[in-house]
């Protein structure tokens, strides 16, 4: 499936959530299909894949000022709201998505060196 994202919108592929967790005993617990569903649905952090033309252009974010920038761009690590955007299952990749507005962009994360 071609993914191409529209108007403010940006395509986020989500952090990833473990179907297992390992305590620090080593004993392995195993997650309900339906416990990784809603831990995905509050998922805060993930990585930019496209940037939609019209996002953070809008009278909202002040684009005519001469010092703006966008917020974020492809490749960009970023912390977004909380149960914000549209989930969606590509059947072809097996990958999970997120469509989120661009206000919804929380910052951007940056590993310190």
Known sequence: MKITVKGHKL???P???KAE???KGD???AKTSETVKMERKGVERGTVLQVGPTCFKGTLFNSSEP???PWCKEGDLIAFARYSGKFFHDEDSKE????INDED???VL???I
Request: a negative charge.
């Open 96 to 99: 999970d998505y997120v469509n």
């Open 21 to 23: 967790e390992t305590t």
């Open 11 to 13: 395509l986020v592929k």
């Open 67 to 69: 010092s703006w920038e």
């Open 105 to 107: 962009v929380q910052a």
């Open 110 to 112: 940056e590993k310190e």
């Open 27 to 29: 004993i392995v617990i």
């Open 15 to 17: 952090e990833e959530i």
